[in-house]
């Protein structure tokens, strides 16, 4: 067969996924960019006007307000999940790694946060935080408070950011533990055996076999990890919407604030928004990509 009509087969083959993708993932991600840069607010939906040119105007007004400062810097704190979950959820997948008996029934246990809907998981995770919930029956049953002294930890504006948090390291344990377990299962057995035969020990495997080998999977854990932290949306619409007093608010919440909620909504300001945390996902993303390539060579 002729090398233009094997070439012709595949881009074929490839059309049906290539226009879905022009479709509903090219297209939108362009016209999105392009909105920043326009003003189209609910006014000019309202009348059929097309968006109009405004250059860095939107920029500017997002970046002078301070409740996208507010919001963009609660975005970045949010990153303090990313090494805590990667770590314990690495731990998990060399404990669960283990063929043992019964051991896939821990391992959908630990994926069932995955595939719970963050409905159901506000719900129970409400029931936890509310003034007379789980937490506060157990720090009473450790003698750590009183019932006096209880309180509903997302109505404090000290605790409701580290409560939600503690939902996002819950809901996401299983996904990244699972990635992990992958990574684990492909590292050859024969190199194990090898380093217990050179005589060492497990920790020792574990840093110079394990680790250098799952590199590849831990900077891909990192950057999915990164990038959830930085766009959490659901977990904070659910169980406070931003409040109290704006401690939970993220730049994801002000860009679905400003693009949905009320009419006076301004498309041009939230996606000039949603290209700021864009830039911030791409500068955390490149400064991984060096850090590991840096560890590399020193490696």
């Known amino acids: 067969m002729p090398h233009w009509r094997q070439t012709l087969m595949s881009y074929t083959f490839l059309a049906p996924a290539l226009i879905l993708l022009a479709v509903f993932t090219f297209y939108p991600l362009l016209y999105g960019a392009y909105l920043g840069f326009t003003e189209y607010n609910g006014a000019r939906f309202a009348n059929n006007l097309p968006p109009q040119w405004v250059g860095v105007k939107n920029f500017e007004t997002v970046l002078s307000d301070p409740l996208f400062r507010t919001a963009l810097g609660n975005s970045v704190k949010y990153l303090l999940v990313v090494p805590a979950l990667q770590l314990a ?17 821990f391992r959908a246990a630990y994926y069932i946060p995955v595939i719970t809907s963050v409905s159901l998981a506000a719900v129970m995770w409400e029931w936890v935080f509310n003034r007379e919930g789980t ?14 002294a209880a309180f509903g ?22 996904y990244y533990m699972v990635l992990y377990l992958a990574g684990l299962q492909a590292i050859p057995e024969e190199l194990e055996e090898a380093a217990i035969l050179d005589g060492a020990n497990a920790w020792q ?25 930085l766009r959490v949306l659901e977990e904070v619409l659910v169980l406070t919407n931003g409040g109290p007093l704006n401690s939970t608010y993220t730049a994801l919440m002000y860009v679905y604030a400003k693009a949905f909620q009320g009419f006076d909504f ?18 955390l993303s490149a400064l991984n990509f060096r850090l590991f390539h840096r560890d590399g060579e020193q490696a």
Not at 135 to 148: F, S, Y
Not at 209 to 227: A, F, K, N, Q
């Open 205 to 229: 495997r574990f840093w110079s076999v394990t680790v250098p080998l799952m590199r590849p999977t831990i900077l891909l854990c990192t950057l999915l990890s990164t990038i959830a932290a």
């Open 89 to 105: 959820s690495l731990a998990v997948a060399v404990l669960v790694a283990k063929n043992l008996p019964g051991i896939a029934v």
């Open 135 to 148: 937490l506060n029956w157990l720090l009473g049953a450790l003698h750590l408070t009183t019932p006096e």
């Open 266 to 283: 301004d498309y041009g300001l939230a996606s000039a928004a949603g290209l700021i945390v864009a830039l911030v996902a791409l500068l």
């Open 153 to 174: 930890w997302l109505n404090s504006e000290q605790w409701a950011f580290w409560a939600v948090m503690l939902v996002t390291f819950w809901r996401g344990f299983g």
